[in-house]
Structure formats: structure tokens, C-alpha cells
């Protein structure tokens, strides 16, 4: 096999562009300096327009994880009774963070693969005038679903004063935020999915409205405390030592996805995402979400007659093609192909015929050639705009 | 469509490794210090089993073309006969050089697509023993043919003591070279192409026989003097200045084919080529060269009923999918398809199914995915070794 290709396709981290490679291999900058603010008055801006916000996007070095502590612990006040909206992997791990925090759990579970239907949340609220935060996630990366985070936002703000915090980590960067027209109060996504990036930064921005909550929020907190660091923005700035080369990446990062024009990158994946389901349609091989549940950023898969695992390990033996699997309860049933960020409908081609040989290899009798017709078919039909 | 991805092929220069751009980005060193004679101590023994010789293999800054003016001006003597077989662009290169240097030009030309009858060779020789030097060029890059050196070899030395000058640069690295066990007198060749790395490198080497005519070769010469740069090897060093990063950079690919194996590297080549090949046929497109005399290369497609230039354009514009089109008189009735060096039965793959995309774009007729079908059916017919 051809030595040092890596095909890369799980749902994050993703693949770097050349480019954005060479742009964190700059030399280092002292980060109280001139070059360092100017670095930041160029990405402050144009991480807004990607969240959809005129609010604060503030960079903070972490992995998603730490977005997300972040996020409880400077909307929910101690002893908060809080909603944690869990459709997989990740929703839960919302719900055992506020558990971490001692906060009042309240949890609406959704089987892995649904979305949540945003009357439910209408009625519990309802039921519940007492919760003051409720937390969903955007793209569920263990199943590759997308919650309908405009309708819930609606939702929640017609049979509630809560405030809405959605995890965007596996999605923000390839569909749309529109956070201050949705009405979402707190966003936080992370560098390694579709921004391109390693892991290592994550972005958080929250409405008027969260900050209020969190200005007077007395839960104790230190690295984590947005207050700190919305007051160092307003002299550009940050309040402890940023992560400089994910910062140097970020800029080309944001210079390309204004080079395609975010419209662009969000059509690139919806069209990655029906070319990657029409082609396990194509092959008769199951698929866990429904369409309109599904992800632009990550499909899983569920076969009926071969095991997740085995086809895994021939693609990843013949042509160093990395696909994920299953988490918690689905691992081993379900496999999950990433076509975010650094991806383009002829790496959807090269993925799909390279699974069609692994199907074979591992004695499945499909039609070779017949899923990438089935996603090339997609393709024309849904020029880029 | 996605910014910062190329999809790079042509008939070189061809993809960079990863490992091999970082390798060429190593701190500057002294080229005459300890760190450039080990770096050469590991270079020059893999470049000898690439060639297949025991003889050394020189490294010297400049292109191809200074590659094959090296071959000429230090095998040929000064008014010389000598014999350049053309069968395209590069073999009339050599006769170009040839002509620059005065020599008594003789030539047999080719059809354009077609390989040397080596017949030809030995009655042209039988009847022309004044011949010092014949020329021949192993992949010809503009028509996507290989030469049967073998038997060439063979037959010009049963039929004359002329010496046997091999251009290989669009091939070495990715196809047997044998020259010792050929019996090959000069093989020259290029750093672009099944190298691996960029242009600005090209290596030679000589048989002992050939040493001979170079040693007492007055013809006047100074950069390009082979007898400088074997001198220096005996003390492992270069006379002039070394491109010190494209060779940083041969250090990595070396450990590339050694990693890989040359053997599976050379079987790599020729699934390649026979997967693009089966892509055509399957299509219904012709190929330019006959199966029997294709290189695994390159392949050159001779469309019947739709324009090169318009499908390249096509896959350019949708996929920054970058072919080559034909030369001199095949420019504009022929594209190219590179498929050497950094390049895997996957990336085959990925532009077929592009490629197929591509002629839908045009208008043509074909059915999508068919021409995949065929490419996959022989990698599965054709296993890695």
C-alpha cells in the first residue's frame, strides 16, 4: 500500500488544508504584541458571521469538553433545576456535566438516531416553570443526527424564560448557526470538525440575555469564566495565553471558508451528505437517521448483513481509510462516515468506492460502481450555487 | 467548491508526500558538513537499488533536460555518429540536444503511440557501425508508452559496441530499472515525477564500459561533467552546491519505497495503469497506446467524439482536477492522466469517478459509475503482493 496517505474520514477530527498546515507553522509571536492583535482583530470579526451573531465570539484554548463545561457553568447558577436534552453520546455528556456542577438534572432521553420533537420540550417546560437552562446538541456526532435547533428555540422561548445553550462542536463551520435570528443564547463549538483545525480551541458567544445571567452568576469558576474574557475582548485581547498556532490556522481557515462563501460551504456538505446516503441506499445498506433527521456533517450507518467492525479493518487494511464506530450501546452496530470541513464531494466519490471494495473484500455481494453512480447522480443534480 | 484542494494528475510533477514536504522543510545545513555527508551516506546506497546498478548514481541540481544534456555531452565525443530513437517529444528532445552538440544525427521516428520494434534497431545498426551512442527514451511522458529497454539493450549490444543512453524520468522509481542485469550503459532521470518530490533534482548513473568513453571524452564541459562528480563521491561530496532540501526531501521518499517495498511500489504502478486503462474500455473511450505497450504511468486517452480540451476544462473547473493535454502535433486530440509516485489505486478511483462527472458535464453519454466499476473489479483481481 502506498505509504503516508491517510484517508481520513470519521467525524472529527478532520483533515487540515494545506494551507491552514502552513499558516500554523509560522514563527511564534509574543501574545502581548502588536501581530497578536492585529491576529485577532482580523478572526473576531469573521467568527461572527460564522455563528451568525453580532455577540462576542470569544476563542478559548480547550478541546470541546471544556466548551461545553463552560457553557454550564456560566449559564446555570448553583442549585439551578436545568433540561438536558440527550439523543446521544454527546447530549449526555451535557447531562453529566451538570451533574458535575450538583445542579437540579432534568433530562428528556430520545432514542439514539431521533431527533427531539420540540413539542416534548414545550410540554415539559410547561410542566417544569422551574428550569432556567436547557442544553440539546446541534449535530449528535454518535448518530449523526441534527437537532431542529430553530423550531426548539422557538420553542422553548414561547414556554419559557430558560435560557437555550446547544452544542455545536460537530456541525458549526458547515451548516448554518444564525444564532441571533434563531434566538440561541449560548453556542460552543470546537476547532477540529468543520473549522479545519486540530483540536486544541473551542468558541463560545452568548446573547444579551445569557449575559446577564452569567455577569452574576456566583458559581465559582476561574479558566473557564466568560466574563473574564468578554472584558479582555473589548481591548482585543485575551486574558491568559492563547493557543497562537491554532490562531495563526484560524485566520486561513476563516480566509477560505470567505473564499467559498459560507452559502457555498454549507450547500458543499448537504450535497456530501446526500451523496454519502444515496449511495448506502444505492447498496441496500441501512442507514440509522432519517433523512430530514439527517446530518450534512456525518453519517451512521447500520448494517443488516456484515459486521461494522470487520468492514472497518478492510478498508482501513487496503487503503489506510479511517471510518468510526459505533459509541456506548451502538458500538459495533452502526459505522460512521465524517464528510466535514476539509472534504468535498470527490472525496465522497473516493470514500464511497473505496467502501464498495471493502464490502466485497469482507464477502458481501453488491454491485461494484453502483453507490458512487447513485452519489454522482447527486452531484449533478445539486450544482453548487 | 472547496478551497485548497488540488487533485494533482499529470505526468509530473506529481503530488508531494506529507512526510517528504515536512522532510524538505528541515533547518538549513553547512553542505560541507558532517550532517550533508551522512545525509548522503544514506542517499546514495538506495538510490543504487532503485537503478538497479552497483554503480554510483549521481545527484545533481538541475532538471530533466540537464539530465539528458549530461548523458549526451559526456557519452558522446565530438562528431560522434549517433542514433536517437523517437517515439515523442522527449525522444526528439534528446535528438535536439544531440543537434546542439553537432553530433552526426541519426534517428528512427516512431509512430507517435507506439513503442520501438527493437528489429528495426539492430538492422539500423547493422548498417550503420559508425554509431557511437544510441539514444531512447523508457516512459515516453507524451504519449504514455514504455520502451522495451530489455530487449533494446539486448539487441544493441549482439549487434554493435555502441552504448546505450536511457532517459528515464517519467518512469524510474515506479517501473524496474535493472541496469545492470539490462546491460543499460547511461540511465538518466528526474525528481518530479515517480520520485515523489519536486522538480530540481535529476540523478545519472553510468556502466563501467561507459565510464570509459567519459573519462577520455574531450568534449568541453563543466557543470554537467560526470567526471567531477564521481570524483567528489569518493569522498561522499558534490563539486558544486547540492539543492540541499530536495534532498532532505529523497532521504524521505527513499524511506517511502523502502518502506513500501520496490517490488510492491513497481506492482502498484502497473494495477494503476491497468485500473485506468479498464476505466476507458468500459467507457468505450480509446486509448492512445496499445495494451502491450502502455506505461504504468501514464496513460493517453484519444477521445473519438468529444474534445480533450473541453473535459479538462470540465473536471478543472468542478473538482480542480488538473489533467495534461497532448504535445506538438497530439495537442488538443489527447489528454493525459497522470498516475505515478504519491499516487494510490484510491486516487485512481477518486478520478475516474470524477472523469465520468466530467463527461456527463460535456454532454457525452455515458453511464456514471461503469467506467469505476471496471477500475475496482481489477484492484480486486490484482492484489498488493
Known amino acids: 500500500m502506498l505509504k503516508d496517505q491517510h484517508i481520513l474520514r470519521i467525524p472529527g477530527p478532520s483533515p487540515i488544508p494545506p494551507s491552514v498546515g502552513r499558516a500554523m507553522n509560522q514563527t511564534m509571536i509574543g501574545h502581548r504584541g502588536k501581530e497578536t492583535k492585529e491576529l485577532l482583530e482580523r478572526i473576531l470579526p469573521k467568527l461572527k458571521s460564522v455563528f451568525g451573531t453580532k455577540q462576542d465570539v470569544i476563542p478559548v484554548a480547550g478541546s470541546g469538553t471544556a466548551g461545553l463545561e463552560m457553557a454550564v457553568s456560566n449559564a446555570a447558577h448553583p442549585g ?19 451533574d458535575a456542577f450538583q445542579l437540579k438534572l432534568h433530562r428528556i432521553d430520545v432514542e439514539w438516531g431521533d431527533t427531539i420533537d420540540p413539542q416534548a420540550v414545550q410540554e415539559y417546560l410547561q410542566a417544569h416553570p422551574e428550569i432556567k437552562v436547557v442544553f440539546a446538541t446541534y449535530c449528535e456526532t454518535s448518530t449523526g443526527i441534527l437537532n431542529p435547533i430553530e423550531q426548539l428555540a422557538k420553542t422553548i422561548h414561547e414556554s419559557s424564560d430558560a435560557l437555550f445553550v446547544v452544542d455545536g462542536v460537530s456541525c458549526l463551520g458547515g451548516v448554518e448557526a444564525n444564532m441571533d435570528e434563531w434566538g440561541v443564547d449560548i453556542y460552543v463549538t470546537g476547532s477540529q470538525k468543520a473549522f479545519m483545525l486540530p483540536a486544541g480551541l473551542m468558541f463560545i458567544a452568548a446573547s444579551e440575555r445569557a449575559w446577564k445571567v452569567i455577569e452574576d452568576n456566583p458559581q465559582p469558576r476561574f479558566y473557564l469564566d466568560m466574563r473574564v474574557y468578554r472584558k479582555n475582548l473589548e481591548k482585543v485581547s485575551t486574558p491568559y495565553t492563547p493557543a497562537l498556532s491554532l490562531l495563526f490556522g484560524l485566520d486561513q481557515v476563516l480566509n477560505l471558508l470567505e473564499e467559498e462563501g459560507l452559502e457555498n460551504v454549507y450547500h458543499r456538505h448537504i450535497v456530501m451528505r446526500d451523496m454519502t446516503r444515496a449511495a448506502f441506499k444505492a447498496l441496500d445498506i441501512p442507514l440509522l437517521a432519517a433523512d430530514e433527521d439527517a446530518s450534512p456533517t456525518v453519517t451512521a450507518v447500520r448494517p443488516a448483513d456484515f459486521d461494522s467492525e470487520t468492514l472497518r479493518s478492510a478498508v482501513k487494511e487496503h487503503f ?26 470527490a472525496d465522497v466519490l473516493q470514500t464511497i468506492s473505496l467502501i464498495e ?27 453548487e450555487k
Open 80 to 98: 439551578d433545576d436545568v433540561l438536558v436534552i440527550v439523543s446521544g453520546a454527546f447530549g449526555d455528556r451535557f447531562a453529566k456535566i451538570c
Open 320 to 345: 489506510n481509510l479511517t471510518m468510526a464506530g459505533g459509541q456506548q450501546h451502538l458500538k459495533g452496530s452502526i459505522f460512521r462516515v465524517g464528510h466535514m470541513g476539509y472534504c468535498s464531494p
Open 357 to 383: 471494495i471493502g464490502l466485497v473484500k469482507i464477502g458481501k455481494d453488491i454491485q461494484l460502481g453502483k453507490g458512487v453512480q447513485a452519489a454522482q447522480e447527486i452531484y449533478l443534480q445539486q450544482e
